[in-house]
């Protein structure tokens, strides 16, 4: 079983729309969150962290944080074709031997 | 700044191969990530090096996968022999930090199509 899902598996957004995305970790030893983005033929790129309860904006994403339920949500309002990708969803321990664990991502498809 | 860079961008083997892909990460990093991505797996770790040590040998893949850092600007990711099963796109990530939370910079990966 995953320790980081992520759902919806994919997701159509109009052009300008809001797109929500959700990630739920079953290990409770998880304290440290990220997003990334992957544009198709690149590696992903990190697109923002949040490690404490509550919501974290930067531009037009936002990320929010439930430690309790561990669950993170990512919301992109006003969606442009340039946010058409697959979004991962990544988490981390204290332990530092681990490094990060990755959901299988959401495909955002953004359409005029 | 250079980002990572990953080479070569495609492979293509033969079953029961060797083969070498090659990766250096951001100067001045000093964890560097190997992954495989598939469709069906999403990404999947198959080594970390924090300073040139191993700190985590990917399990499952010890068999036929073997990261080296042959220095702090130099890994390489063998896969010996190769597998049909194997073909997927192999990613390279490095960061900077003491903690392991650090937000990692990937390379444009290696497509291996193993026939």
């Known amino acids: 079983q995953q320790k980081v899902q992520q759902s919806p598996e994919s997701l159509s957004v109009p052009e300008g729309g809001m797109a929500s995305l959700n990630c739920t970790s079953s290990?409770?030893?998880?304290?440290y969150f990220w997003w990334y983005r992957q544009h198709s033929g690149e590696g992903p790129k990190a697109l923002m962290?949040?490690?404490?309860?509550g919501d974290k904006k930067e531009g037009r994403f936002t990320a929010h944080l439930n430690k309790a339920s561990l669950h993170v949500s990512l919301h992109i309002r006003d969606s442009q074709p340039s946010d058409s990708a697959l979004y991962f969803c990544a988490a981390s321990s204290n332990n530092y031997a681990q490094g990060l664990t990755f959901g299988l991502g959401t495909r955002v498809s953004v359409f005029p | 700044d250079a980002g990572v860079t990953q080479t070569p961008r495609h492979e293509v083997a033969e079953k029961g191969q060797t083969i070498i892909l090659k990766c250096e990460p951001v100067s001045g990093h000093n964890d560097l990530f190997w992954y495989r991505q598939t469709k069906i797996q999403g990404l999947e770790l198959l080594s970390y090096?924090?300073?040139?040590?191993?700190?985590?040998d990917g399990g499952a893949f010890k068999d036929r996968f073997k990261a080296e850092m042959l220095n702090s600007s130099f890994s390489t990711l063998k896969i010996q022999p190769t597998e049909p099963k194997d073909s997927a796109v192999y990613l390279c990530a490095s960061s900077f930090g003491t903690n392991n939370y650090a937000e990692q910079f990937f390379g444009p990966g290696t497509r291996l199509t193993v026939l």
């Open positions: 090096f924090r300073s040139k040590s191993l700190m985590e």
């Open positions: 962290s949040i490690f404490s309860d």
């Open positions: 290990d409770r030893n998880f304290q």
